[in-house]
């Protein structure tokens, strides 16, 4: 068994050499599908968030329709206004995450906005005949345009989840007050 030699090492290592123009086409394509994916746990959560908030908001109408619930003082009320609201909140915060923002990108090769545009054979031409450099750079406008999203995907539903969390606080008080409530006296 032969033991690497540590100049030929060296040259096969990461270093100051650009990419070569493939190897940029493929280290963009790679980082477009990973920006998508990471859109796509962002729409996940939002619907995670958008659901246990409706979740919440039923629990909560079915426990405060009891009549003794009602009579229990303005304070019930409070909890329950700031559990609705902070709940509301949240859903809209986790829609505005999950809203489509693909924006337009007239001529790209890449956005499926402008692919769809384009009439078929159009299209293949385009591809046909697309300089590497101007194709690359398409394509990483796309990467950017893509990550610019996902960021704010994931910063409406990073406030989602706290809103979320706002209105659990309250909403735990109303069930455990109504399950007093329920209670035999």
């Known amino acids: ?32 599908a990973r920006l998508v994916a990471t859109g796509m746990i962002a729409d996940s959560r939002s619907g995670l968030v958008i659901s246990s908030n409706i979740a ?6 079915a426990t405060t329709s009891g009549t003794a619930f009602l009579k229990s003082g303005p304070w019930v009320w409070l909890l329950v206004a700031i559990t609705v609201a ?25 956005f499926f906005g402008s692919i769809a545009d384009m009439p078929r054979d159009d299209y293949f031409e385009r591809l046909r005949t697309v300089p590497q450099a101007e194709f690359a750079r398409d394509l990483a406008d796309q990467c ?25 606080v309250p909403w735990l008080v109303c069930l455990e007050v109504a399950g007093w409530l329920r209670l035999p006296a």
């Open 1 to 32: 068994m032969q033991t690497p030699n540590p100049d030929s090492l060296s040259l096969a290592s990461v270093g100051p050499v650009p990419l070569t123009a493939d190897q940029l086409l493929r280290s963009q394509e790679t980082t477009l």
């Open 56 to 61: 919440m908001l039923g629990a909560l109408i």
């Open 86 to 110: 902070s709940c509301i909140a949240s859903i809209a915060m986790a829609a505005l995450a999950a809203f489509p923002r693909p924006g337009t990108r007239p001529g790209s090769l890449v």
């Open 144 to 168: 950017h345009r893509v990550a610019v999203l996902a960021a704010l995907k994931f910063r409406w539903v990073r406030r989602a989840m706290v809103a979320m969390m706002v209105a659990a």
